[in-house]
T-cell receptor
């Protein structure tokens, strides 16, 4: 059974810092990996989708990488801003399973 | 933003009563999903649909049923609500299913007393 782990569970950084969020998964036979953002009391917003054949995706200040063989993905946020404060979740899809989510990393960017 | 509307957004009910949550989409997407989100467990799939009248179970389907009679509507029913079903329920849609981007509704917070 696929398991997705996100470490750390919470992260606090000063504004302007570059940061990396980590996601690991146990079964490397995946179709894709998605990164989401969730603001308090809100639904999830898709940030980046990486297909299994891809190594990375970029959107603005966000860059997500995928290393299937090691079962890892990272979300890089450049020049962090207070507006980036949210919970970030990764999810993988593979085999007969639908998306399996990690429990998220709660990011706080301090002004 | 993807056109997904969940109703009701908040509901308080008593143990043993039936509850139906509705997800309505205006995107004409084929795939629709119901998740629940709980502290310590993250998001877990309850049921999903891959077309009108085509549904299947997810990871935590016990105590829940679903129906999809139209492309745009996906209903989640708790036949007899229990306190363990207190949660935030999210509907999600995807145009392409596997390998597709997932779009989420705003959530429905259900409290079972």
């Amino acid at each position: 059974k696929q398991e997705v782990t996100q470490i750390p569970a919470a992260l606090s950084v000063p504004e302007g810092e570059n940061l990396v969020l980590n996601c690991s998964f146990t079964d490397s036979a995946i179709y894709n990996l998605q990164w989401f953002r969730q603001d308090p009391g809100k639904g999830l917003t898709s940030l980046l989708l990486i297909q299994s054949s891809q190594r990375e995706q970029t959107s603005g200040r966000l860059n997500a990488s995928l290393d299937k063989s090691s079962g890892r993905s990272t979300l890089y946020i450049a020049a962090s801003q207070p507006g980036d404060s949210a919970t970030y979740l990764c999810a993988v899809e593979g085999g007969s399973e639908k998306l399996v989510f990690g429990k998220g990393t709660k990011l706080t960017v301090n002004p | 933003d993807a056109g997904i509307t969940q109703s009701p957004r908040h509901k308080v009910t008593e143990t043993g009563t039936p509850v139906t949550l509705r997800c309505h989409q205006t995107e004409n997407h084929r795939y629709m999903y119901w998740y629940r989100q709980d502290p310590g467990h993250g998001l877990r799939l309850i049921h999903y649909s891959y077309g009108v009248k085509d549904t299947d179970k997810g990871e935590v389907s016990d105590g829940y049923s679903v129906s999809r009679s139209k492309t745009e509507d996906f209903l989640l029913t708790l036949e007899s609500a229990t306190s363990s079903q207190t949660s935030v329920y999210f509907c999600a849609i995807s145009g392409t299913g596997r390998t597709g981007e997932l779009f989420f509704g705003e959530g429905s917070r259900l409290t079972v007393l």
